[in-house]
């Protein structure tokens, strides 16, 4: 599942962009040939001015001239006397079939650009006893592309016309190994951008799986502490049914059922704070009165395990603390009751206070509770304030589900605070809740 969104992510982020790269790409291509094409055909024109020149120049024109003509602009010249081809043609190159044939179908080519009134884009032929036209066409027998020029010269009454030819074969050369290197290059671009969106869609959905894992382990966690009770109330029912010792199963039925609902109580607290639907209700609250009487309710079980519970209180004033009394209380007792499961008898467990000023009128509140019991291993440290995770040590002990201080923390960070444990110097543990004023 979580693959299968990873890639239709990574498609989509990559498809879309190779698109817009791709259409960038085509845009850029068509603009840069049309501006090849153009920039060709001007300079043509622009040689065959030249040309024209020399031409009309020349009383004679050389064999030497013409291939030199040929070679420099890598042309191809056609030279016609009064209509008669020019013995150059048949001399210097072979006059091949296909040599005459590319020569009547250029002439073809102008003369069907040439119309009576003048050039077929609506230009008078020139008046001048010479003239010159330029314009591209594409031998039908070979499909090959040329700029073909037509230039007429008149000279003591008989008519020069020369037909030069200059093949579109290097610069089409050049085009497609222009679009081959666009290919390429938006074959790599789309290849990076792939890997990119793969890590950058896995990035963002790493939070979503983490989320989803957790809700497993929730549900599997839950489950599994939920079992034991009903496992043990089902056997009480089934002594029950047997008629013998009624008394003694109800009890442990009521027990084990008072245990399933804390439970699931505390199980609704922690669905409440991921839906953010924690409620707490603001107050302006004495702590060290509220940390006095959280202390003396716990009294009763620190003397059953022959503990000493103390408290340390600071003895001004202190100004009150916006938060809810019953949130926090709650926060207390959770670090109270713990610290009474994991003290060996005989231990000492401390509860203290304190203020201290971050500005004029503001300041921070830490309440620890420090005892002298089993400790916390550093690897345990990092994993306590999660959702039922139990210290192997400390899997033995009755009534701990492992959400105590997962929801501590939550109530803690739910007032902008903040939880944190370390070893104490007395070798146990030591947990420090720090509270906004
Ligand atoms: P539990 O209900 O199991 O106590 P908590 O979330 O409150 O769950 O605590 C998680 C684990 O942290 C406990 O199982 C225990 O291993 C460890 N722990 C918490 N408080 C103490 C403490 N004061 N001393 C030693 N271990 C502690």
Not at 168 to 177: S, T, V
Not at 297 to 321: D, V, W
Request: a neutral charge; one cysteine or more.
């Amino acid at each position: 599942m979580y693959q299968k969104v990873h890639l239709r992510l990574t498609v989509l982020c990559s498809g879309i962009t190779a698109v817009i790269m791709i259409v960038m790409s085509l845009c850029y291509l068509y603009v840069s040939e049309t501006g090849l094409y153009g920039n060709h055909f001007h300079s043509f024109q622009n040689h065959m001015n030249t040309i024209t020149a020399n031409l009309e120049q020349q009383s004679v024109i050389s064999m030497e001239w013409l291939s030199k003509m040929e070679a420099q602009g890598n042309y191809t010249f056609f030279v016609l006397d009064n209509g008669i081809s020019f013995l150059y043609n048949q001399v210097s190159q072979e006059t091949d079939s296909s040599r005459k044939k590319l020569l009547e179908e250029s002439l073809a080519a102008y003369g069907s650009k040439i119309t009576a009134s003048g050039t077929a884009d609506g230009r008078k032929v020139s008046p001048y006893v010479s003239y010159h036209t330029e314009f591209p066409f594409t031998s039908p027998s070979t499909g090959e592309g040329f700029y073909s020029s037509v230039i007429h010269i008149e000279k003591n009454s008989s008519l020069l016309q020369v037909i030069i030819l200059s093949s579109l074969r290097p610069l089409k050369e050049q085009i497609f190994h222009q679009r081959i290197r666009f290919l390429l290059i938006d074959l790599g671009a789309v290849a990076v951008l792939s890997l990119f969106s793969w890590a950058f869609t896995g990035r963002l959905l790493r939070p979503i799986l983490e989320n989803q894992q957790k809700q497993v382990q929730f549900v599997a966690a839950a489950s599994h502490e939920l079992r034991t009770p009903l496992a043990v109330i089902l056997s009480c029912v089934e002594c029950c049914q047997g008629g013998q010792g009624q008394g003694k199963f109800l009890k442990i039925i009521k027990q084990e059922s008072l245990r399933m609902s804390s439970l699931v109580n505390d199980m609704l607290l922690l669905s409440g704070s991921d839906n953010h639907r924690f409620p707490i209700s603001k107050e302006p609250v004495e702590l060290d009165t509220l940390l006095m009487n959280t202390c003396e309710s716990f009294e009763s079980m620190a003397r059953e395990k022959s503990l000493s519970l103390s408290i340390g209180l600071p003895e001004n004033i202190l100004p009150p603390c916006s938060c809810d009394p019953g949130r926090i209380q709650q926060v207390v007792s959770i670090l109270l009751h713990n610290a009474i499961s994991y003290t060996r008898e005989g231990g000492k467990i401390n509860l203290s206070l304190s203020y201290q000023k971050t500005s004029l009128e503001k300041g921070n509140f830490s309440i620890s509770v420090k005892d002298n019991g089993i400790g916390i291993s550093n690897e345990d440290k990092k994993k306590i304030f999660d959702r039922f995770y139990r210290a192997e040590r400390s899997r033995t002990a009755k009534g701990h589900f492992g959400l105590g201080l997962s929801i501590a923390w939550e109530i803690v960070a739910t007032h902008q605070g903040s939880i944190s444990v370390k070893d104490s110097e007395t070798g146990g543990s030591l947990f420090t809740v720090t509270l906004p004023q």
